[in-house]
């Protein structure tokens, strides 16, 4: 398991993440809010983590949040699989712990392998 997240991994560019949220799919898990596309490409899944604004007015709390969010979706990227454009948005009014994350991060991938799974057969 390579537990890094380099950045062939990070999704950029307007093109790709306006296609992401023109296409996606989306769903809930906790605190974490989450839209995601499948590429038939087989590359690396790349991922968008988003804290707003509105919610967080210090830039402190929502790098923080950032990066508990990036860390539990490197920790665990081998459940969702190759070929997947993801944006993570937080959406809760408070700050949640390291552990809040990792649990929501983990049902979310877990979901995200299951309904597309469901659209193949």
């Known amino acids: 398991m390579d537990a890094t997240l380099p950045k062939t991994e990070r999704l950029s560019g307007t093109k790709a993440v ?18 995601y596309l499948h590429r038939a490409d087989g590359a690396p899944s790349r991922i968008v983590v988003s ?3 509105r919610s967080f007015k210090r830039a402190v709390k929502r790098n923080l949040l950032k990066r508990r969010i990036r860390e539990a979706y490197r920790r665990q990227k081998d459940l969702l699989g190759p070929g997947f454009d ?3 948005i937080y959406i809760l009014p408070s700050l949640a712990t ?6 929501d991060m983990t ?3 877990r979901k995200i392998q299951a309904l597309d799974s469901e659209e193949v057969k």
């Open 107 to 109: 049902a979310a991938l």
């Open 51 to 53: 804290v707003p604004k």
């Open 18 to 35: 306006s296609e992401l949220f023109g296409r996606g799919k989306a769903g809930v898990c906790g605190c974490l809010r989450y839209k």
């Open 86 to 88: 993801v944006v993570f």
């Open 98 to 103: 390291y552990d809040e994350v990792f649990a």
